[in-house]
Each structure stands twice: as structure tokens, then as C-alpha cells.
């Protein structure tokens, strides 16, 4: 009796895992970000890849900083979160597409736009 309970434990177990697997195999992945996923523009490739180093890209899009801030967003992460510097003109470039592209954002009820990592 006890042979009989032990086997349909071992079956029923295995069954169970057999439709656990099968459940996750058709869960699909999370996508990954991609540089053609976020807007067109001069140096986007640089950037992107500048920024995804450390973080999602969608951080970054989220934001909305003048050319001055994003130039010190990226000396606050390299002296606070030791990023790399990026080389004079990676760095043009990258300040380029940011400014271009996600611009200084002003929400009427906050007086503003302040960028949370720079406080």
C-alpha cells in the first residue's frame, strides 16, 4: 500500500513538473531593448549603448534634461556611480542625441522639471 502511495506521489510529482515546464516554455521573454526602439536621430547608436552599460534605456528616455544637464548627470555618474568618462567626442555625441532628442520637460503642478538623480 505504502509502494502504491509512494508511486503515485513520484508520478503525480512528475506530471506536475512536466506542466510547470511546459507553462514556462511558452511564457515569452522579456524583450530586450534595441537602439530602433527609441527615437530617430544623429548618434542614437552611441547613446544608447553609452547608457545601457549601466541601465535600461527607458531610464534615460524618461528624462527630459537640457544639454547643461545631461552634461552633469553624466559627471555625477561618473564620480558617484564610477561610469567610465566617455572620450571627448563620444561624449559630444551622446550630450548631442540626449539634448536633441529628450529635452527639458516642465510639469505645470511641480514648478518644473527637476532630475531625481542630481539631488
Known amino acids: 500500500m505504502i509502494?502504491?502511495?509512494?508511486r503515485a506521489g513520484l508520478v503525480l510529482g512528475a506530471?506536475?513538473?512536466f506542466a510547470a515546464s511546459a507553462a514556462?516554455?511558452?511564457v515569452p521573454a522579456?524583450?530586450?531593448e534595441t537602439p530602433e526602439?527609441?527615437?530617430?536621430?544623429?548618434?542614437?547608436d552611441e547613446a544608447f549603448y553609452a547608457c545601457i552599460a549601466c541601465h535600461n534605456f527607458k531610464l534615460v528616455a524618461?528624462?527630459?534634461l537640457s544639454r547643461e544637464k545631461?552634461?552633469?548627470?553624466?559627471?555625477?555618474m561618473v564620480t558617484k556611480h564610477n561610469m567610465p568618462a566617455l572620450a571627448t567626442d563620444e561624449r559630444g555625441k551622446v550630450l548631442d542625441y540626449l539634448a536633441e532628442v529628450f529635452p527639458?520637460?516642465?510639469p505645470a503642478q511641480q514648478g518644473g522639471w527637476k532630475n531625481p538623480f542630481l539631488n
Open 3 to 6: 509502494g502504491r502511495i509512494r
Open 15 to 17: 506530471g506536475l513538473l
Open 24 to 26: 514556462l516554455a511558452q
Open 30 to 32: 522579456p524583450s530586450e
Open 37 to 44: 526602439m527609441f527615437p530617430a536621430g544623429p548618434n542614437r
Open 62 to 64: 524618461a528624462q527630459g
Open 70 to 76: 545631461w552634461g552633469e548627470t553624466l559627471d555625477w
Open 104 to 106: 527639458p520637460k516642465a
